[in-house]
């Protein structure tokens, strides 16, 4: 199967039913372990990338939350949250078909303080110089939760 055609077959389809123009193709081996278009415009939700949908699936399904023997074919070069996700489930490799440079005459995606063009730099930025409001309100008990994770988990 040519899983750079089916990647983009599952986009277009999506455009077809009213959906974002973006998905995701999870593969071991010559098998698809999960798979998914955008589903933002669908659910409402703006976590609903087709990256972080069909991982969640694959991880799922796999019984881990790591994909290093899985390659993953997405349509478009990530988004911030979206390569997060796949730098944590350290697939094999992912393998992107378009870059924002070739979609961005046809497709933009903005929002208050989310523009593909100027967010890779945004996200660089220290906290306190980022347009999104962030407020550090400490808590001495806060830590608390990791001494206890690490007393759990640590051996």
Known sequence: MDFVKRT???????????GRPFATVVVRGDEIIAESPNQVAQTNDPTAHAEILAVREACRKLGTENLSDCDIYILASPCPMCLGALYYCSPNRVIYITTREEYVPYYRDDRKYFELETFYGEFA??????RLPMVHQADPEAINVYKRWQQLNVK
């Open 8 to 18: 983009i077959q599952l986009a277009m389809d999506n455009v077809e039913e009213g």
């Open 125 to 130: 930025k220290p906290i306190e110089q980022r």
